[in-house]
């Protein structure tokens, strides 16, 4: 959303320089005398350089003011910015958290499930070694 700023200045530029120049015309065409001309020249030549002090210090507070703007606007997006990332951070860690639970007890249900197969083929084991036996007993 970029505005061209330079819009209203080039016209209040446009209008002080034209505004000059039509003066100075109308000097210039005026039936006067050389002391009343050259006074008129130098009454309106201040008015003028009024005219660009005023214009002059009128930028220069619209650009600070822009500029504060900006500052600010800058500011409160860091701020929002940062208070963002916190909570991204925040919410980070309690997933991590979360999964890490949930990772132990698979470990703690695989170590169980484990214990639970080794002693069934312990079991096994144990069952057909005494099988074997039985029939070596028998074929004896």
């Known amino acids: 959303m970029a505005t061209n700023s330079n819009d209203g200045g080039g016209f ?5 320089v034209g ?7 109308g000097l210039l065409l005026a ?17 003028a350089l009024d005219e660009a002090k005023e214009f002059y210090q009128e930028a220069r507070e619209k650009s600070k003011t822009i500029l504060d703007d ?7 997006l860091r701020r929002e910015a940062n ?8 919410k980070a860690r309690d997933i991590l958290k979360g999964a890490e639970e949930k990772a132990s007890g698979v ?14 083929v312990e079991a ?4 057909a070694k005494q099988e074997f036996s039985k029939e070596d007993k028998t074929k004896a």
Request: no cysteine.
């Open 83 to 90: 208070r963002q990332l916190a909570e991204a951070r925040s």
């Open 31 to 47: 039936p006067k005398s050389g002391k009343e001309l050259r006074a008129d020249l130098k009454h309106k030549g201040e008015e």
């Open 12 to 16: 209040l530029a446009g209008l002080l």
């Open 70 to 76: 900006a500052r600010d606007r800058a500011e409160a």
């Open 107 to 120: 470990v703690e249900e695989a170590k169980s499930e484990v214990k639970r197969v080794r002693t069934a």
């Open 19 to 25: 505004g000059i120049l039509g003066a100075l015309a």
């Open 124 to 127: 096994g084991v144990g069952a």
